[in-house]
């Protein structure tokens, strides 16, 4: 019913520059909460950051002046410009959809993207 995709992951020198982009499609009219989350390797899946329908955005302290989250909500669509790449930074980069409504007015359950690769070399 609702498909989220990811891309722009890829590999990049330390001190480099990527893009990533997620977009939600199907029989949905708004979704409130857009966000990002990273698993490393043997580690727990964690927030990096997120941004609400009404401009609001948080970020994990790790990203904070490195990483802006933001958002196309006519095209439920979210990205994450990431500067400043650190090899603590690789990860595989998920998009999550919260609190998506279907075109019959219905609440959602949170959707999740398969993921991007982020490989930060040293």
């Known amino acids: 019913q609702v498909r989220v995709v990811e891309s722009g992951g890829g590999l990049v020198q330390a001190g480099g520059s990527l893009r990533l982009s997620c977009a939600a499609s199907g029989s949905i009219i708004s979704i409130i909460t857009m966000g990002w989350y990273r698993q490393a390797p043997g580690k727990q899946r964690e927030l990096v950051a997120t941004?609400?329908?009404?401009?609001?955005?948080n970020y994990a302290d790790s990203v904070k002046g490195r990483f802006t989250i933001s958002r196309d909500n006519a095209k439920n669509t979210v990205y994450l410009q990431m500067n400043s790449l650190k090899p603590e930074d690789t990860a595989v980069y998920y998009c999550?959809?919260?609190?998506?409504?279907?075109?019959?007015?219905?609440?959602?359950?949170?959707?999740w993207g398969q993921g991007t690769q982020v490989t930060v070399s040293a």
């Open positions: 999550k959809a919260q609190g998506a409504r279907s075109s019959l007015g219905w609440y959602l359950p949170d959707y």
């Open positions: 941004a609400t329908s009404d401009g609001s955005t």
